[in-house]
């Protein structure tokens, strides 16, 4: 069984910082993509940044210059650096991983639990 557990979340003022952490653990035989998404209230899904195995990251146009996404592979573990916070960036932060449990498995993307970022002075 793969669990992904989120830290970092809170209520910080514009322009502040924030760093999220989201460790994976369990049966893991490969890991692959990790990245983070994000929701705002009555907004869909959005991703915000990802990350390959293979060291490529991207990026959605509205973090561009303020969110670095970088992973620890010897942790299993993907993080997301926000500065420069802005009000529209409040919303839940999800993060999620592509893992192969076994070698016998097939591959399948795992999710956090969540965690909230409130952006207001």
């Known amino acids: 069984q793969v669990q992904l557990v989120e830290s970092g979340g809170g209520l910080v003022q514009p322009g502040g910082s924030l760093r999220l952490s989201c460790a994976a653990s369990?049966?893991?035989?490969?890991?692959?993509?990790m990245g983070w998404y994000r929701q705002a209230p009555g907004k869909q899904r959005e991703l915000v940044a990802a990350?390959?195995?293979?060291?490529?990251?991207n990026y959605a146009d509205s973090v561009k210059g303020r969110f670095t996404i970088s992973r620890d592979n010897a942790k299993n573990t993907v993080y997301l650096q926000m500065n420069s916070l802005k009000p529209d960036d409040t919303a839940v932060y999800y993060c999620?991983?592509?893992?192969?449990?076994?070698?016998?498995?097939?591959?399948?993307?795992?999710w956090g639990q969540g965690t909230q970022v409130t952006v207001s002075s």
């Open positions: 990350s390959t195995n293979g060291g490529s990251t």
């Open positions: 369990g049966s893991i035989f490969s890991l692959y993509n």
């Open positions: 999620y991983a592509v893992i192969q449990p076994s070698v016998v498995a097939g591959v399948t993307t795992y």
